[in-house]
């Protein structure tokens, strides 16, 4: 059986039309603004429509004009309290707006072409999208659609697809600075997942600033980008060597899921080690973690998706914008290795 | 400038016609399965898509069967976990199912009604609710729609509402009795909004487990129901009295937000104090708060929900189902109080 199915069809203008005595006409001027329909006329219509809970159906609308007014948010899991942070600000940035999500989880990057493909159906105004276009080749398949789509730390930009980021590299190099401040000779890099281009610039400035002060290259710990990721790698790690003074990671799940391993070691952060991540999610602001990071201002990231697709300048894809990551001080590195 | 509009309408079947010199109801017959078109005229057709990008609208289908086969995702807000992964748990099920999610997100829970408005013009299929619909007023408003709802952890069924709920009193009790089994004597309530009835449950039937012990009723303390709301009411407690020995707490927000508070103050998780919460978020699970919880089987609730509103005969409303929460035994309750 079918699932989700009303039992009985909504109420229709038709209905509404009936009960108020009135033509279909009528009912559908009564609920147009600015339309031509006497006071008299609208109060009747209205009447009826609250007797039967008659709501206006917008689909007429996006079937005439091709656009729905809906713009279809795909995030890959929300177990990333970053993702859920993007997409609660997104939805509230397009309900200000009178725009609505229309959302779709998907399992991993490759399933972005057949969610475009049913967002498309329902005629989304535009895509945004948490996932990265990973290849030329899917950029010119995507392209095709003709749906504006905004893709987040995404590096490529295609006819339709454009880019907003943070700025990662600068981000890492500053990490990289803040941990030579307070004395850190060895550092290691928790790497995220090797597709992620934004985890790769991130640990790439990180090396940049570490030579910059004329220290050794970090040690590289690949590790899954989850808490549990973060708490094996860095686990790992100390059972072959003490642990390095200093720790960039590539996300904030790792991070606390780093620190809480050298606590469970009986080290202290930041006594013995400095950390620091990247996102800055609810829990870095944690007392039990007090996470120095870096915040990449979903908001702005948001407002700033919305504003290329508002302009049909920018709607048309191949932008790229950058929303520079906010170093947010906490105690974790407020020590000093000596 | 109305917001988000593609420069450019989307590729119509008349495009696809056009380019591939047939019908445009041979575009629709190709792209309907089972309809009547020959295998020539089909990839005739489906060529001339592929070159323009076109997909196929599900807008007509909509306007004729008044069934959109999206489902109205309503939630307040995705900073405590719990929602995201409720909301993530949805998703997923019903992309399984081919349908979509049409996600809004509301301050709090008197904008449900007007979010329902805007769901019902674009004829949901149905809709699922965080936000318990908090009066017979409200329902009474709601049910007119003649749309199913579906409502967590609300008390209250009305003609097209049903609810599904956790058993928050006996595992209020349970929670009770494990604190009791470990030897605590005087216990404490972090009880969340006074507006939430799953709460004000978890809080009457933890007062009846420690009665039931023979024990003093909880110390009640109302807070925010947050992590800094826990930590707040935690350490505003303890600037008044020594802490009680242990402490139930009606979500894990406020749980942990409580142990970073005892701990701040030099005390012991279990080895002073013994805590335990409710949802069982990721962060439960975290080597630093390894908390005692109660998992409310989120993805048992998204299936119940779906059941419930696949039958046309449970479909318009009435029902009310529970599905047990499992204690999750953890650190934060390991040891014995003396």
């Given amino acids: 059986m079918p699932p989700a199915r009303p039992p009985h069809p909504p109420v229709s203008s038709i209905d509404v039309a009936r009960l108020a005595g009135v033509s279909q006409s009528a009912v559908s001027r009564a609920f147009s603004p600015g339309a031509s329909v006497s006071p008299k006329m609208r109060a009747k219509v209205l009447e009826a429509a609250a007797a039967l809970g008659y709501r206006p159906s917008v689909i007429p609308r996006i079937m005439l004009s091709g656009r729905s007014r809906m713009i279809g948010i795909v995030v890959g899991g929300l177990d990333n309290p970053f993702y859920a942070a993007v997409l609660d600000h997104f939805a509230t940035a397009l309900q200000t707006r009178g725009l609505q999500t229309l959302m779709m989880r ?4 490759l ?11 329902y005629r989304v105004d535009a895509v945004v999208t948490a996932l990265a276009v990973g290849s030329r080749q899917a950029a010119s398949a995507l392209s095709a659609l ?5 893709c987040f730390n995404s590096r490529l930009t295609a006819p339709w697809i454009s880019t907003i ?16 401040d307070r004395g850190v000779r060895r550092a290691a890099w928790l790497a995220g997942p090797a597709d992620s281009a934004a985890a790769r610039e991130r640990g790439r ?4 600033g570490l030579a910059a002060r004329g220290l050794l290259p970090p ?3 690949a590790a899954d980008d989850s808490y549990d990721g973060g708490y094996a790698a860095m686990g790992a790690l100390m059972h072959r060597e003490p642990p390095p003074a200093g720790l960039f990671c590539s996300n904030d799940l790792m991070a606390c899921g780093a620190i809480d391993a050298l606590r469970a ?6 006594g013995d080690v400095l950390v620091a991540g990247y996102d800055n999610i609810p829990q870095a602001a944690w007392h039990g973690y007090d996470l120095t990071t870096f915040d990449q201002q979903a908001e702005q990231m948001a407002a700033a998706a919305l504003e290329l697709l508002d302009d049909p300048a920018t709607a048309t894809g191949g932008q790229s914008r950058t929303i520079p990551a906010r170093l947010i001080e906490r105690g974790s590195t407020s020590g000093l290795i000596t």
Avoid: K
């Avoid at 998907?106 to 990057?109: E, K, R």
């Avoid at 980021?165 to 030579?180: F, I, V, W």
């Avoid at 070691?265 to 930041?270: E, H, I, N, Q, T």
């Fill in 205 to 208: 400035g990180f090396a940049d």
């Fill in 265 to 270: 070691r009986g080290l202290s952060v930041p």
């Fill in 111 to 121: 399933s972005l072409d057949g969610a475009l493909d049913q967002l498309a159906g």
């Fill in 219 to 221: 040690i590289v710990l």
């Fill in 146 to 150: 003709r749906i504006p789509i905004v």
């Fill in 106 to 109: 998907v399992p991993h990057a």
């Fill in 165 to 180: 980021r943070s700025n990662n590299r600068a981000a890492g190099r500053l990490a990289a600075e803040l941990l030579a």
